[in-house]
């Protein structure tokens, strides 16, 4: 199985500000097949990156997504306040398997 | 829009059964794969199931000989039926939509809570 670690935790930022979180695989994802969801409190999660770059429909360009193989990065280029909520992580190169989450806070 | 509506959820006893519903709207359902993930309390996310369009299937590990997947195609639903539920169980449970040909959820419904407690 594939383990996929995220960091930080926790990212306190202040709106406007850059926001960087990373997903570490245990082993390289085929053919980047990564995907990032949001999800706010009490939500369900949302589509907003897949196959690492490729931005989901009706995301904003602010968000883009990077990597390959074992590292991967999700960037919100000036955070807004409706950005603040939890960041997954999922690979689908080998079965399915989520990261632990970083939760986006405001500072 | 396309949409994703789970019904089913509840309190259930140890050792209970129940049987969660998930109707689709909107899209050609047949032509999807469609999945079962659940959620802890404070905890991520964990994919559970899914089915293939034509009824092949997968259980994750926590969940293999306890529950059984199926799907309606001709009236868009997706059930999950569970038996034998534990404390550990007790998560919302979200069905989703498995983009064509790959293993990403691009629709979620908005969940279904169950709780198993005495």
């Known amino acids: 199985e594939i383990v996929l670690t995220q960091s930080p935790g926790t990212l306190s930022l202040s709106p406007g500000e850059r926001a960087t979180l990373s997903c570490r695989a245990s082993q390289s994802v085929r053919s980047s097949y990564l995907a990032w969801y949001q999800q706010k409190s009490g939500q369900a999660p949302r589509l907003i990156i897949y196959?690492?770059?490729s931005r989901a429909s009706g995301i904003p360009d602010r968000f883009s997504g990077s990597g390959s193989g074992t590292d991967f990065t999700l960037t919100i280029s000036r955070v807004e306040t409706e950005d603040f909520a939890v960041y997954y992580c999922q690979q689908y190169g080998v079965s399915v398997t989520f990261g632990g989450g970083t939760k986006v806070e405001i500072k | 829009q396309v949409q994703l509506v789970e019904s089913g959820g509840g309190l259930v006893n140890p050792g209970g059964s129940l049987r969660l519903s998930c109707a689709a709207s909107?899209?050609?359902?047949?032509?999807?794969?469609m999945a079962w993930i659940r959620q802890a309390p404070g905890r991520g996310l964990e994919l559970i199931a899914y089915i293939t369009s034509d009824s092949a299937f997968f259980y994750s590990d926590s969940l293999k000989g306890r529950a059984t997947i199926s799907r309606d195609n001709a009236n868009n639903f997706l059930y999950l039926e569970m038996n034998g539920l534990r404390a550990e169980d007790t998560a919302v449970y979200y069905c989703?939509?498995?983009?064509?040909?790959?293993?990403?959820?691009?629709?979620w419904g908005s969940g279904t809570t169950v709780t198993v407690s005495s």
């Open positions: 196959d690492a770059s």
């Open positions: 989703a939509r498995l983009r064509l040909y790959f293993f990403y959820m691009d629709v």
């Open positions: 909107r899209f050609t359902f047949s032509d999807y794969y």
